[in-house]
């Protein structure tokens, strides 16, 4: 195993990265106030970020690296996806749940990359 950082890991650490800053962001914003993601249902979506990571990050270049990935990113995405489409709605939804959503999205095609390029 080399020291570079192939294209799969990198777009699954960004992917982790947006998914992390969209949790400290608004996921729903009303009249009555804001609704931050870790107050929110965001700390599941950071779990499986970090789950995410901590997998990438021991298990680099590896098939079961990019289906960990693959699937924490569907888990990311949908969590945040269920948020808007069940509870804020595109109304009500913050800026954090749009980034944690393509956070989620980019998680997810980083692990695709890598399953498909199966180093």
Known sequence: MS??????EAVTVLGVAAV???????WE????GTTVGLGANGFVAVLAAFAVLATVAVMRGSVT???????GGLVAALVAGHWIALVAGLD???IGVVVS????VGIAVGGGLR????D
């Not at 690296?65 to 699937?71: H, K, Q, S, T």
């Open 20 to 26: 992390v800053v969209g949790a400290l962001l608004p």
């Open 3 to 8: 020291d570079e950082f192939p294209a799969p």
């Open 65 to 71: 690296a990019g289906r960990v990935a693959l699937a």
């Open 115 to 118: 399953l498909v390029r199966g």
């Open 101 to 104: 959503l393509l956070g989620g």
């Open 29 to 32: 914003v009303t009249a009555a």
């Open 92 to 94: 009500g939804a913050g």
